[in-house]
């Protein structure tokens, strides 16, 4: 059966609370600007893909508040209500990425692409090629992953949530890629690829985005734009 409903799942903080200390070593009003940036291109990116979204946050209950932030937003006002908001559940990354993709489809969608909010620059059509990867496999055995060039990953798509994929994974390290993928095919899955990407997880995978950033994101540009002092030199 081919996927005909399928949607967006994605992890993300509420900017106003603080964030990944490998960013910024500060946490004050331009860095609040900067993850509030980055959420909101992110989601950006993702919407024009035109597939619904389920937004889970953390910390638990910050949805309305982030509801209120995406609301505000000129660009992205019209798409608020294709956007649903939940709350993260407790637990590691494992369980958090097993959980969102799971009440996804138990939404009523047959087939979820997740992604993370740090990823402003991410191509729409991306998600659509996800999909397209998992179009000739009824049976839900095939899991795309995108790769990241940190041996990590962006993207994790499937006709189920592949949990055993990411039992016991030790995250932030530069075979991550390897090890889930290594852990999905032991579990039965077959492994698809979707293109390399590049996510945000460091100061200088900042940097790096603020030397490639020429168009689109314009949220992240005008906010890299207040933090070039602390960033240094672009790569």
Do not use: C
Not at 38 to 58: E, I, K, M, N, Y
Not at 86 to 99: F, K, V
Not at 181 to 203: C, L
């Amino acid at each position: 059966m081919r996927i005909s409903h399928p949607a967006v799942a994605m992890l993300a903080r509420d900017p106003a609370a603080p964030g990944k200390t490998r960013l910024l070593d500060v946490n004050d009003d331009a860095a609040e600007a900067l993850r509030r940036a980055l959420l909101l291109d992110s989601l950006d990116a993702v919407a024009q893909a035109g597939r619904p979204v389920h937004v889970f946050l953390t910390p638990a209950g910050a949805e309305d508040a982030v509801r209120a932030v995406v609301a505000d937003d000129p660009g992205l006002a019209a798409q608020v209500e294709r956007l649903t908001f939940a709350a993260q559940i407790e637990g590691d990354l494992a369980a958090r990425m097993t959980h969102a993709m799971t009440a996804t489809l138990a939404a009523g969608h047959d087939a979820v692409v997740l992604v993370g909010s740090d990823a402003p620059d991410l191509p729409p059509a991306i998600v659509d090629e996800a999909v397209d990867a998992l179009q000739d496999d009824p049976d839900g055995r095939r899991i795309v992953l995108g790769p990241t060039a940190d041996g990590g990953f962006y993207l994790v798509a499937g006709r189920v949530a592949p949990a055993a994929a990411f039992e016991g994974v030790r995250w932030s390290r530069d075979d991550v890629l390897a090890a889930v993928t290594a852990r999905a095919i032991a579990a039965g899955f077959e492994v698809a690829h979707a293109r390399p990407w590049r996510d945000v997880d460091t100061a200088a995978d900042l940097r790096a985005l603020a030397g490639r950033l020429t168009a689109g994101a314009a949220r992240t540009r005008a906010a890299l734009r207040g933090l070039a002092d602390r960033l240094g030199g672009v790569e």
